[in-house]
């Protein structure tokens, strides 16, 4: 009985020695309230195949596509398949960074970023793993806000960079880099800050005021674009997406 129970343990240990790391790494998220992220993650054949594969037989697998009723911020993403018999390596993940601002369902927006996979790449441009087996991709957000219609209501447009590890942002959108080889166990978290302060989305729209913004007049609400042109005394009401009227953002009344 000894001896079969050393056996079946040296069988089960010999298993797990040719098991090797698993075939997937998990990507995840830490984001502020109220927000989600989508990844659709892209395949292509290995290096060296000569294989090819339909498009509609390698479709990206889309993670939280329903980001508003069913997110999770857990994704188990594959590093090798094999599809028709043609060996595939994930290549990239395209992000979209969404946040609702409203309850309608049309108040969201979102910004995109990308995370590429390759066999090779320069030290300078790969990201790297603690000891824990953690990467980090680091991103700023912040909302811009504008007017639309006669009744100038509020829409916000999200806009995401790259940025550092304490929330500096950086040019470009957020991105991030590794190879094939340095997935496997791993997990790649996706860290998002979101900047304290709101601003127009772009300029003479609005006039900063000790308390917030002011919308200008322009040549009047059915100015769409109402820019101020050096009249930063007449200023319109606005609609906020609940629909209270106000006269200054974000507080609504002054």
């Known amino acids: 009985m000894q001896a079969f129970a050393a056996l079946t343990g040296c069988l089960a240990l010999a298993a ?8 997937t790494f998990t990507f995840t998220a830490d984001l502020p309230p109220g927000f989600a992220y989508v990844a659709a993650v892209h395949y292509v054949p290995e290096r060296g195949q000569t294989c090819t594969v339909e498009r509609r037989d390698n479709l990206a697998p889309v993670f939280n596509s329903q ?13 090798r398949k094999t599809v028709k018999g043609c060996p595939l390596v994930v290549r990239k993940i395209a992000l979209k960074i969404n946040s609702a601002y409203g309850k309608d369902w049309g108040d969201i927006s979102g910004d995109e970023g990308m995370v590429i996979i390759r066999d090779v790449l320069e030290e300078r441009y790969k990201n790297t793993f603690n000891p824990a087996g953690e ?21 916000k447009i999200l806009d995401c960079t790259t940025s550092d590890d304490q929330g500096a942002r950086k040019q470009g959108k957020t991105f991030s880099a590794y190879t094939l080889d340095q997935l496997q166990g791993k997990t790649v978290k996706l860290k998002v800050r979101l900047a304290k302060e709101e601003r127009p989305g772009w300029g003479d729209t609005w006039v900063k005021v000790p308390n917030g913004w002011k919308r200008c007049l322009g040549d009047g609400y059915e100015d769409q674009e109402a820019y ?11 609609r906020m997406p609940d629909g209270r009227v106000c006269t200054i953002y974000p507080g609504c009344t002054e």
Request: glycine share 8%.
């Open 228 to 238: 101020c042109h050096g009249n930063y005394t007449d200023f319109s009401i606005f």
């Open 135 to 155: 990467s980090y991709i680091y991103s700023q957000c912040e909302w811009w806000f504008r007017t639309v219609g006669t009744n100038r209501r509020i829409v």
């Open 16 to 23: 797990g020695c040719r098991a090797g790391p698993p075939n």
């Open 67 to 79: 980001w508003r009723t069913d997110y999770r911020p857990d994704a188990e993403i594959t590093v």
